[in-house]
């Protein structure tokens, strides 16, 4: 199984400033087909989780663009450019190449 | 409009069994990777089972023997089918599309709890 391990955990930021998330996996998430399928969510309290991020820095339908994401192999990073309030809950790293596909422990991101 | 809803959560005993429902509109699950993630209260995310191609399953090792994922192509529905169960098997479970090596679209969830 392949471990996701998220830093920081927790993450107190200041409205209209930047904001980073990193997710390292046990080992390398590139595909047979070439692809690497890592993505990332953002769950706000009570409601599922929503896709912001897939196969590494692509964007989901809907999500603005202060949201990016890079990374390749083994290391990933998720950022946002400038934290608005509707930004904060935690947001969790999510690996699709192998079964069993995992999650990243979750990392809370909160405004000061 | 895409959408998946689930239903069947509710209280059980340990050791008992329940199987959770998921509908899906505006896709077919017959040609879908479909999933089962489940988050136990205050806690992370967690991974369960996928059904995909023709009937091909896999299980995360905490519910494999005891857990089996299925689908009804006539009602495009999705089931869940869980045996055996545990106090830590208490969780709100979703039910998701995968596509391109990740969930896109997520039900509300249903809760499922284990206790006596």
């Known amino acids: 199984e392949i471990v996701m391990t998220q830093t920081p955990l927790s993450s107190p930021v200041t409205l209209g400033q930047p904001a980073s998330i990193s997710c390292r996996s046990s080992q390398s998430l590139v595909s047979s087909d070439g692809n690497t399928y890592l993505s990332w969510f953002h769950q706000r309290p009570g409601q599922p989780p929503r896709l912001l991020i897939y196969k590494i820095s692509n964007r989901f339908s809907g999500v603005p663009d202060r949201f990016s994401g890079s990374g390749a192999g083994t290391d990933f990073t998720l950022k946002i450019s400038r934290v608005e309030a509707e930004d904060v809950g935690i947001y969790y790293c999510?690996?699709?190449?192998?079964?069993?596909?995992?999650f990243g422990q979750g990392t809370k991101l909160a405004i000061k | 409009e895409v959408q998946l809803v689930e239903s069947g959560g509710g209280m059980i005993q340990p050791g008992g069994s329940l199987r959770l429902s998921c509908a899906a509109s505006g896709f077919t699950v017959s040609t879908s990777y479909m999933t089962w993630v489940r988050q136990a209260p205050g806690k992370g995310l967690e991974w369960v089972s996928v059904?995909?191609?023709?009937?091909?399953?896999y299980y995360a090792d905490s519910v494999k023997g005891r857990f089996t994922i299925s689908r009804d192509n006539s009602k495009n529905t999705v089931s869940l089918q869980m045996n055996s169960l545990r106090a830590e098997d208490t969780a709100v479970y979703y039910c998701?599309?995968?596509?391109?090596?990740?969930?896109?679209?997520w039900g509300q969830g249903t809760m499922l709890t284990v206790s006596s």
């Open positions: 998701t599309r995968a596509q391109t090596g990740t969930l896109t679209i």
């Open positions: 059904i995909y191609g023709g009937d091909n399953t």
């Open positions: 999510f690996q699709g190449t192998q079964f069993p596909c995992t």
